[in-house]
């Protein structure tokens, strides 16, 4: 019989990353609504983003984009969103792994998730699995802080 384990860090991670999902299918239906705008930051060469060679090369570790002005084309899908963004005047669709994302943030709401490494999925150079980790804000922003659920 196959051992069950409750592991509630991977659970949070889960949900947590599933708020920043449906935010995304929330502005994907009806557009980002009044001054809110979003900071996404994920690791360029983790498995499955999509990016250009050429933004690879600018941001071989982790970019941040920001979806507020100038994007198109925004499709959420259960494990990964892309959107159509501009890089100096160059057209590209980018795709992310839910798993992928470092750090979201909405600065009109004051609200901001910062994340490790997803455990299942691992980036293609990191072999270690590493649980979301969440740092404290100090500008007074609402960030999740998720230390005090793990075991010791």
Known sequence: MQRFELAYD?????ALRGVVRDALIGVAKHGLPG?????LSFRTRHAGVQL??????????EITIVIQNQYWDLRVHADKFEVGLSFGGVPETVIVPFAAMTAFNDPAARFGLQFQLATDVPA???????PVEAA???????????????RK
């Open 35 to 39: 001054e809110h705008h979003f900071y």
């Open 136 to 150: 404290p804000a100090d500008d007074g922003s609402n960030v999740v802080v998720l230390d005090r659920f793990r």
């Open 10 to 14: 991977r659970m949070i991670e889960a």
């Open 52 to 61: 250009s060679d050429a933004q690879r090369e600018r941001f071989p570790e």
């Open 124 to 130: 293609e150079d990191d072999a270690a699995e590493t």
